[in-house]
């Protein structure tokens, strides 16, 4: 059941992967600090069941959010069991090339595809271009002025943005101020020269997108926004935010977050608010 030394255990329900690892992939997994005794996390049942089945081996745990086909990569492997000589768990040892996806990270579920797609580029468990995809078929809140104008902002890093949210949860914690909901094809024609899209400042990941990029992707793709939310973005059918109030002014105030790890494919920029991360999105 498990060939060599270099086997590890995989049930996709368990979180364990079956296979031959790269000998590059297991030197890196034994380069972890060794936990025995106490200090080791304790293994699921479905680990301990493999350690009795395949003695004196390692056994990988794999993240789940990981679907590729053959043996995961190293950066999708939390750490590694060690079965001894009797099939018992002897050691555990961390993964230092572990990348957390979003459920092991304890994010919130994704509100919508826009916001999957974010949250699994923000990690590396998924590409760039799938958040401009999805964007480019999407409509998004965007704060606006009095007269319907977006209203401009800036990341924590100083880039110019308009921020937009892709569901109501996000933009209900920005609090009352006016918004108006519109396809984002139409939205790209109205943002001001330099300034990039802002996603979703208010939930656990944010992203900047590249308008550039952006405007590819709404060339490449047939999807069309539904007629009446264009008529209602160009008859500027603004709405009051959250509460009881309408149009509130935006207040200033100093750049709120810190810098992120960065993920495959993406350039870091900040952190967004709520302790959340912020990167670019690339193709």
Not at 178 to 202: F, S
Request: proline share 11%; hydrophobic share 35%.
């Amino acid at each position: 059941m498990f060939p060599g030394p270099r086997a590890y255990a995989q049930e996709r329900n368990g979180g364990l992967a079956e296979g031959c690892m790269e000998e590059s992939t297991q030197s890196a997994m034994t380069a972890g600090e060794p936990l025995t005794g106490e200090d080791m996390p304790e293994p699921p049942p479905e680990v301990v069941e493999a350690a009795r089945e395949a003695p004196d081996h390692w056994l990988a745990l794999v993240d789940l959010t990981w679907q590729g086909e053959g043996p995961p990569p190293l950066w999708a492997l939390i750490g590694q069991w060690r079965s001894g000589p009797t099939g018992e768990i002897e050691e555990w040892r961390d993964n230092p090339e572990y990348r957390p996806s979003p459920q092991m990270l304890e994010w919130s579920e994704p509100a919508d595809p826009v916001d999957r797609a974010v949250q699994l580029a923000a990690t590396g468990y998924g590409p760039g271009q799938d958040v401009t995809e999805a964007l480019a078929r999407a409509e998004v809140s965007v704060l606006v002025t009095a007269t319907g104008t977006p209203l401009a902002a800036a990341s924590p890093e100083g880039t110019p943005v308009i921020p937009v949210y892709t569901s109501e949860g996000y933009l209900e914690s920005v609090g009352r101020l006016l918004y108006d909901r519109r396809p984002v094809a139409d939205l790209v024609d109205q943002l001001p020269p330099g300034h990039a899209l802002y996603l979703n400042p208010t939930g656990p990941v944010s992203m900047l997108v590249d308008t550039e990029e952006l405007r590819a992707a709404l060339a490449g793709t047939s999807a069309q926004a539904p007629e009446g939310a264009r008529e209602a973005a160009a008859n500027g059918a603004l709405r009051p935010g959250t509460g009881a109030g309408g149009a509130e002014p935006v207040g200033g105030g100093r750049a709120i977050g810190k810098p992120a790890r960065a993920a495959t494919g993406s350039t870091v920029v900040g952190a967004g608010l709520a302790g959340g991360t912020v990167v670019r999105a690339r193709r």
